[in-house]
């Protein structure tokens, strides 16, 4: 009696081959990179935080296809859906995010790569569109009123309160937070609003005498000293 390779594997692992056509699979992936690169066109773009990582970029457009790869696998057969939810369930990731935007792009990435893999390629296509605008349209908002943090080392309370009357004429609004007193050393901080998107008076507050030095620095770390 002999045995052929599909009668060793009694179960139907060799029937699931055929299951997925090939063009599902070379759509599916090759839409989900394009939507991922979207994805982080889009989050290249609007990103507002300290220090760029082009590897999270990256990942968003890995993402995107692992999805849409294991959505085409779940969607062929119920069994092994069952099987991969419990598989994925111990699966515990422990990396940190540091910008709460970027939570958002992750959950786009997989969401689009679901919705890729389960056949709805037009929501998939014109979601991820309408997404990108709208976060690119708000991400250029330049408001004025944004808040900033000023740092003043001062060497005496002369130049003190020169310091403090000269900005209080440059800013909208002007805010102590802080001060640290040392012998012939003192340290301000300040939370202002700016008048407009001029930021001169910055250097013109350094020249002052007693003023040793002066940094500026906005809430998602733009920085000005």
Not at 36 to 43: A, H, K, M, R, T
Not at 96 to 117: H, M, Q, T, Y
Not at 118 to 140: E, R, T
Not at 216 to 223: E, I
């Amino acid at each position: 009696m002999t045995f052929t390779f599909k009668d060793i594997f009694k179960s139907s692992f060799l029937e699931n081959v055929s299951t997925i056509s090939v063009l599902d699979m070379a759509l599916a992936l090759l839409l989900s990179f394009a939507v991922g690169l979207f994805i982080f066109f889009v989050y290249k773009k609007v990103y507002a935080g300290v220090m760029y990582s082009a590897n999270f970029g990256l990942t968003l457009i890995a993402l995107c296809m692992i999805t849409a790869l294991v959505i085409l696998a779940v969607t062929s057969n119920v069994v092994l859906s069952l099987g991969m939810v419990g598989a994925l369930s111990i699966v515990r990731f422990r990396t940190a995010i540091k910008e709460p935007s970027d939570i958002v792009f992750l959950f786009w990435s997989i969401a689009a790569g679901i919705v890729l893999a389960a056949g709805f390629i037009p929501l998939a296509i014109i979601g991820s569109l309408f997404i990108g605008l709208i976060l690119i349209v708000f991400s250029q908002q330049k408001t004025l009123d944004r808040p900033y943090i000023l740092v003043l080392h001062c060497e005496d309370s002369n130049a003190e309160k020169e310091a403090h009357m000269f900005v209080e004429t440059k800013v909208k609004r002007l805010s102590l937070k802080s001060k640290s007193v040392a012998q012939g050393y003192i340290e301000l901080n300040y939370e202002v609003r700016l008048k407009d998107s001029e930021t001169d008076f910055i250097n013109e507050l350094a020249e002052i005498s007693g003023v040793s030095n002066v940094i500026m620095v906005s809430y998602n770390g733009d920085y000005m000293s």
